[in-house]
């Protein structure tokens, strides 16, 4: 099993560009998440999605889009990237049950000039 | 919603010596109150975890505490050794329902980076 696998690893934008983030997991995992980590400031949960056809907003979900047509991928969209999206993002996966540990992903950096 | 408080920010040790890192939350209806370690350049990794129904739990040099009456819990780790030093995240969670699903959102505290001097 590859776990949860993110591209890009890294990223520049300009401001006002679009691009989407990718995300795969081989674990058959119900849920999916993505999160932001800023310094010293922890993650921030974007979205998640309880399955296919199936997504909520988190804590900080401006700026952002997702879909989710199958089980394995969970993209996250950003529309007319801004400096503020400048960050760590994080993808992660669990099950729906039986503890639910969260895997993560190793991390895509973006940044937004 | 839930906050989660986490301290030290920072903390440096002897190698050998133990390690102790807190944190607080505000929603008496957590249940689930997992640790991450996350080492430089990687994503976070679940160390050990802790249910609402349990007040302790060790693995090997890592322990856990949780105390609900006074909404804590505490990640302890003992004979510190190099490798130890990464970031550590403490997560709180409630159980949600969404579409008759059950969902655990977590919470994360702002991490601890922890050092071990050799």
């Known amino acids: 099993n590859a776990g949860v696998t993110q591209t890009p690893k890294f990223r520049i934008l300009k401001i006002g560009q679009s691009m989407t983030l990718q995300c795969a997991q081989d674990?058959?995992?119900?849920?999916m998440y993505w999160y932001r980590q800023d310094p010293g400031m922890g993650l921030k949960l974007i979205y998640y999605?309880?399955?296919?056809?199936?997504?909520d907003k988190g804590e900080v979900p401006n700026g952002y889009n997702v879909s989710r047509s199958t089980t394995e991928y969970f993209p996250l969209r950003l529309e007319l990237a801004a400096p503020s999206q400048t960050s760590v993002y994080f993808c992660?996966?669990?099950?729906?049950?039986?503890?639910?540990?969260?895997?993560f992903g190793e991390g895509s950096w973006l940044t937004v000039v | 919603g839930e906050n989660v408080e986490q301290h030290p920010s920072t903390l440096s040790v002897q190698e050998g010596d133990s390690a102790v890192i807190k944190c607080t939350y505000s929603?008496?209806?957590?249940?689930?109150f997992p640790w991450y370690k996350q080492e430089l350049g990687k994503g976070p990794q679940l160390i050990i975890d802790?249910?609402?129904?349990?007040g302790e739990k060790k693995d090997q040099r890592i322990a856990v505490t949780l105390n609900k009456t006074a909404k804590h819990f505490s990640l302890h780790i003992t004979e510190t050794q190099p490798e130890d030093s990464a970031v550590y995240f403490c997560?709180?969670?409630?159980?949600?329902?969404?579409?008759?699903?059950?969902?655990?959102?977590?919470?994360f505290g702002k991490g601890t980076k922890l050092s071990v001097i050799p």
């Open positions: 992660a996966s669990s099950y729906l049950s039986s503890g639910n540990t969260i895997y």
């Open positions: 674990m058959n995992h119900n849920y």
């Open positions: 999605s309880v399955g296919a056809g199936i997504t």
């Open positions: 929603d008496s209806a957590s249940n689930y």
């Open positions: 802790i249910r609402s129904n349990v």
């Open positions: 997560a709180a969670s409630i159980s949600r329902r969404y579409s008759g699903a059950g969902s655990y959102q977590l919470t």
